[in-house]
């Protein structure tokens, strides 16, 4: 009971705080919804914002006003809308609002994904463009990935003798686990057999999970000291642990720095960085940076591949022709060799495809404005939350022909359109300063495992395909209700 006192009077003195502003504000910010006292909106998003707000935006226009709590937010819906916030007023657009379990990584005001876009920022950028954006030290570690898919090979080939299904999406996880492992630190941290109960899998999966969940102290900030769902303390545990594990394998790549040869990944590229520049990028960048390299690129990469997978065993046309686009390159000892597959166009055209219409991260990462900006004819305050709504723009009939239709040809032929920034009706990676800097890597992976599947092996799912439930889950990224699952037969 006095549980439930302090949390009504926090919220009514959070409002009082902060609604008092609003009022100011409002006449000059983009039209939205009316809201609920206290609330605002919330009833509005249900569980699935990036519907309802697509659907909102269709009556309150391009830039929309919504208020959570006493959170105030723009939500850009049209490729104008968000070439205004993400090319034209890109420096004022490009802080964040950093969630309430965030703050439980130690070092969080040192994290690339959280920190507002100051030289600090720059310099982590930098560092990480050092690597990321250099396809010859990618290539550098091509063999490494390539070995990651050999593991995922054999452990399909058994289950396809076993006759057992596999789940996709989880597969594609502990995969993508494995190579963002050995891109960062040469090695693998997971298997495809076991769930590994309290290691990078659940790690990885439970920050995924809880910096992705509705808080109310996020939206009341007054609440945070009480942490209500208890989500902080769960992130907490699971970045307590990321935070010895990578220490532990920092100070082991520091003692072998001394004694032999450069492995030539991620860990050391930083390192170099770190010991080379006069700058003040140290181990406690290294130490967060990896942390986010493992929560960036991780989910968002299976959960593309997995989408991919979903699509292309509803449509065997696609998936034959794509087996023949892959076959013509594979070499004779049987294998896919990375560097053959990244120009197929029928490829490319099908991870685009998957892209737009099965957004990785719906909303982008929340962008908060870091002055007092003007968005078309807006006045919009300072650290007001900006949305935009990549998942709504990628489905709308005036910039595509057929939305919902999964179909890569409108990919074929038009190479310009492309997803590094420049084509705002289509940002699975966002675009501006705080574009996804992971994209090469991204393609590679996604790539590698998507022709894997497909020309290695046919697949049968265990219901009619006209049963198969298309509808996702909203959280950071936008997953499938139900796991795929499909049993894999061997064609060699
Ligand atoms: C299919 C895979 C991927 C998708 C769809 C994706 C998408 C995104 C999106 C939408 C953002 C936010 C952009 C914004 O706020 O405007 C982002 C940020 C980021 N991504 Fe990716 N990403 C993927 C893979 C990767 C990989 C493999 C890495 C690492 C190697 C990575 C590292 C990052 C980082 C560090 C940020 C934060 C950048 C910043 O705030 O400055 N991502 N990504």
Redesign the pocket.
């Given at each position: 009971m006095e549980l439930l006192f302090l949390i009504l009077s926090s919220i009514v003195f959070s409002i009082f705080l902060y609604h008092g502003f609003d009022l100011h504000r409002k006449r000059k910010m983009p039209p939205g919804p009316a809201g609920l006292p206290i609330i605002g909106n919330l009833l509005d998003l249900g569980p699935k914002p990036h519907e309802s707000l697509a659907k909102l935006s269709q009556k309150h226009g391009p830039l929309m006003t919504i208020r959570l709590g006493s959170i105030t937010s723009v939500v850009a819906s049209t490729p104008d809308a968000a070439r205004e916030i993400?090319q034209r007023k890109d420096e004022a657009c490009?802080g964040?609002i950093v969630p309430d379990a965030v703050t439980a990584l130690d070092n969080h005001e040192a994290a690339?994904?959280?920190i507002p876009?100051n030289d600090e920022?720059r310099t982590i950028?930098k560092a990480?463009n050092t690597f990321?954006t250099h396809q010859h030290k990618l290539d550098t570690l091509r063999d490494l990935r390539e070995k990651v898919v050999d593991g995922m090979l054999e452990f399909l080939e058994e289950s396809g003798k076993k006759k057992a299904s596999v789940d996709i999406g989880k597969l594609a996880f502990a995969v993508a686990l494995n190579q963002?492992s050995n891109?960062c630190l040469s090695q693998n941290v997971t298997s495809y057999e076991s769930d590994d109960i309290g290691g990078f899998k659940t790690a990885v999966k439970t920050l995924m999970e809880v910096d992705g969940k509705f808080n109310i102290a996020d939206i009341f900030p007054v609440l945070k000291p009480l942490d209500p769902q208890n989500i902080r303390r769960q992130a907490k545990a699971a970045y307590d642990w990321f935070d010895e594990v990578t220490e532990g394998f920092i100070k082991e790549r520091l003692k072998h720095r001394k004694q032999v040869e450069r492995f030539g990944d991620m860990l050391d590229s930083l390192l170099d960085y770190s010991e080379n520049n006069d700058t003040d990028f140290n181990l406690i960048h290294i130490k967060t940076?990896l942390v986010?390299?493992f929560l960036?690129?991780?989910e968002?990469?299976s959960?593309?591949t997995e989408w991919a997978m979903t699509e292309l065993l509803l449509n065997p046309d696609m998936f034959s022709r794509l087996r023949e686009e892959v076959s013509k390159i594979v070499g004779e000892n049987g294998k896919i060799q990375e560097e053959k597959i990244l120009d197929l166009p029928y490829l490319n055209a099908v991870i685009k495809e998957t892209?737009r219409l099965h957004?990785?991260?719906p909303l982008?990462?929340?962008?908060k404005t870091e002055t007092k900006v003007e968005l078309g004819k807006y006045t919009v305050p300072k650290n007001t939350q900006i949305l935009?709504n990549?998942w709504a723009i990628a489905r709308d009939a005036r910039y595509w022909k057929d939305p919902l239709m999964f179909n890569p040809e409108r990919f074929m032929g038009k190479d310009q359109l492309d997803y590094k920034g420049q084509h705002f009706e289509f940002?699975?990676?966002?675009?501006?300063?705080?574009?996804?800097?992971?994209?090469p890597?991204?393609h590679r992976?996604?790539s590698l495992m998507v022709a894997s599947f497909v020309y290695h092996f046919d697949w049968t799912l265990p219901h009619p395909k006209e049963e198969m439930d298309m509808s996702d889950i909203f959280g950071i990224?936008l997953l499938r209700s139900t796991p795929l699952l499909a049993c894999p037969i061997s064609v060699k």
């Open positions: 993400l490009s964040r690339v994904l959280w876009p920022w950028r990480l990321l963002m891109t940076l986010d390299l960036a690129g991780t968002t990469s959960n593309t892209m957004l990785s991260v982008l990462v929340p962008h935009v990549a940002l699975p990676f966002g675009s501006g300063r705080r574009m996804c800097p992971g994209i890597l991204a992976v996604v990224t």
